[in-house]
């Protein structure tokens, strides 16, 4: 958790500037999983300061069996995405490529996934995935997702 607000801060002093970090208010909002329990899914704010957060949560069996804190910062090297999830350490991914409703992050030092993808064929479906090499083989594992309303009546 320190990792996350060490990131955040450093996000924060920033300076606010309309920036490529705009473009990606596609995937803003609430997404459940289309593959999980309900409560499973990711909320991501709208983007603001430089920076874009979100959060996931896995649920089975009624009990979170994981969650992850998210943050898009646009600094000087271009959009990073951090990821802090639990029971593992934060892990950067810079951005490779950034298109009209699909950006693709990257850190090619990393154990898996070395690769972070979100795309959105429409409005209401969000899809993340995550791939690269793990124990010698090409590995992807998709996320699908659709809009639902936030809590307190967002987006």
């Avoid at 874009?52 to 649920?59: E, F, I, K, M, Q």
Wanted: hydrophobic letters at 40%.
């Amino acid at each position: 958790m320190r990792t996350f607000a060490a990131c955040c801060l450093v996000a924060a002093a920033l300076p606010a500037t309309a920036a490529p970090i705009d473009g990606l208010a596609w995937f803003a909002g609430c997404w459940a999983a289309e593959q999980g329990d309900a409560g499973s899914g990711e909320i991501w704010t709208t983007p603001a300061g430089a920076t874009v957060l979100g959060a996931s949560r896995t649920v089975r069996g009624g009990r979170t069996v994981a969650h992850e804190f998210m943050v898009i910062v646009d600094g000087p090297q271009g959009l990073v995405f951090v990821a802090a999830p639990s029971a593992k350490p934060a892990a950067s991914f810079r951005a490779l490529r950034v298109e009209a409703r699909r950006v693709t992050f990257e850190n090619p030092d990393k154990d898996f996934p070395q690769r972070v993808i979100y795309e959105s064929p429409d409005d209401d479906t969000l899809i993340g995935h995550i791939e690269g090499r793990q124990d010698g083989r090409e590995r992807r594992i998709d996320y699908p997702m659709k809009r639902v309303p936030c809590p307190g009546g967002a987006r």
